[in-house]
């Protein structure tokens, strides 16, 4: 296993491009699934879930062809609609081809996710929509055993705007009979980037960025040519980084009006940034003080960024109260933050911070995704060398995290544990 070695201290300076977002490429990928034709994508990210949603993909009889005009997916020819446990266990995202081999083939089965990292993540909600489409629905041996003669278009009010199940259902409704509505879907961007994909591949939409989708069915679908969206959390996460260490950074292609929520917060805790179109430039000076924070649905402050704002009040004067509203155990980073000298009290979904003067370096563990970014970020800013071990949680969700890093100047490199 690989690790991640910084010698923290140093302002980063200079320009970072932001590559395609991850939780749009993997609900793409998955409605390619939709129609038996070939699709042509652009700006596909090079992540270890990308890879692991390939992988997935030619399980179930998809082909992949890396081309100078992007990434070419040809569903033409399906022969599975099982998703096993050993590729679901390492992408719960994979759940995302339940609805569309519903759709496509009438049957799935999927292994159920099991929990992780930051929380038990049931998919209670996937399975409650489908079961109003007409999908009859069977847990057994791990497994969600899924069957529809004829999806049926349905009225579905989500109980919370779950992410995946409104994606999950949303591309289940572009081939249901009929007219389906649902309501208190999830507005996060990386939904409106689907349903932009679907709409190419010839899916009848209403309401695209809002919480009431409203779909109608269609016979079939078509082969598409779509880009993929920039990545938010990676723009976030270099906005923190640039924070954490006062630097001078300039990120490009930064998807700035969905980073509106991030933005604000940042210069609440007093970080001096200028926005221009898709170019994100933070400058030096002025200090971070600490600002109380509540993780929330989109378009509030998103969870998947709410460990790398803590690593920079860690450092900010003052304290911040950080509330993580999502997820019930999204505050694994807390305890290696601690080691490396952060002032952190958990009680319950709640984290107090008092910003210290100075973070030490240690060898720290990352437990997930966005974590392990925490953890780089807070290494990025102590005083000495940080280790960071099992980086592969980073590889999911950040291409070429340290090859980023050092172009601005950080002293950071990659070794075998
Ligand atoms: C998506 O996960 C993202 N993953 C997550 O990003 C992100 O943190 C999350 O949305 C919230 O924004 C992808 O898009 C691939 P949810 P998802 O369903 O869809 C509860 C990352 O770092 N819930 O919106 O799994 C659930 O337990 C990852 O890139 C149910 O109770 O999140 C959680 O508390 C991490 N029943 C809350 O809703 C359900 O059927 C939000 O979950 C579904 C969800």
Not at 95 to 120: F, M
Request: glycine share 10%; with cysteine; aromatic share 4%.
């Amino acid at each position: 296993m690989d690790k991640i070695v910084i010698a923290g201290g140093i302002p980063l300076k200079g320009e970072v491009s932001i590559s395609g977002a991850k939780n749009a490429a993997l609900p793409i990928l998955a409605a390619a699934l939709l129609a038996p034709a070939q699709h042509t994508l652009h700006n596909v990210p090079n992540l270890a879930d990308i890879r692991t949603a390939k992988r997935l993909l030619e399980n179930l009889g998809a082909r992949f062809a890396d081309g100078p005009d992007g990434l070419s997916v040809d569903t033409r020819d399906l022969t599975s609609w099982e998703a096993p446990y050993d590729l679901v266990k390492t992408m719960r995202a994979a759940v995302l081809v339940l609805g569309p081999l519903v759709a496509r083939l009438g049957r799935a089965r999927v292994s159920l996710p099991g929990g992780c990292a930051i929380g038990a993540r049931p998919i209670n909600l996937h399975l409650k929509g489908l079961e109003e489409m007409g999908v009859k629905i069977t847990l057994q041996h791990g497994y969600v055993e899924a069957a529809v003669k004829r999806l049926e278009g349905a009225e579905i009010i989500l109980d919370f705007p779950t992410v995946t199940g409104t994606e999950n259902l949303l591309m289940a409704a572009t081939l249901a009979r009929g007219r389906t509505v649902i309501k208190n879907a999830a507005q996060e961007p990386e939904v409106a980037d689907l349903a932009r994909f679907l709409q190419a591949m010839g899916a009848d939409i209403q309401g695209i960025g809002s919480d009431v989708l409203t779909v109608h069915g269609v016979k079939q679908l078509q082969s598409a040519r779509y880009r993929i969206m920039p990545d938010r959390i990676e723009a976030g996460t270099y906005l923190a980084a640039a924070a954490i260490t006062r630097g001078e950074v300039t990120i490009r292609q930064a998807p700035v009006e969905h980073l509106t929520a991030v933005i604000d917060k940042f210069i609440e805790a007093g970080l001096r940034l200028k926005v221009d179109q898709d170019i994100i430039s933070v400058r030096p000076g002025g200090s971070l003080t600490g600002v109380d924070l509540k993780t929330m649905p989109y378009p509030g402050f998103p969870t998947d960024m709410q460990a790398q704002f803590m690593a920079a009040m860690a450092l900010a004067r003052g304290v911040s109260v950080i509330t993580e509203s999502i997820f019930e155990k999204r505050f694994m980073h807390i305890s290696e933050l601690r080691r490396l000298g952060a002032d952190i009290v958990v009680s319950g979904n709640q984290a107090v911070v008092r910003g210290v003067k100075s973070l030490q370096g240690a060898p720290v563990m990352a437990t997930d995704l966005r974590a392990s970014a925490s953890l780089i970020l807070a290494g990025l800013g102590a005083q000495g060398q940080t280790e960071v071990h099992r980086v592969y949680h980073l590889d999911r969700g950040y291409e070429r995290i340290e090859n980023k890093l050092s172009a601005l100047g950080a002293t950071i490199w990659r070794e075998k544990a």
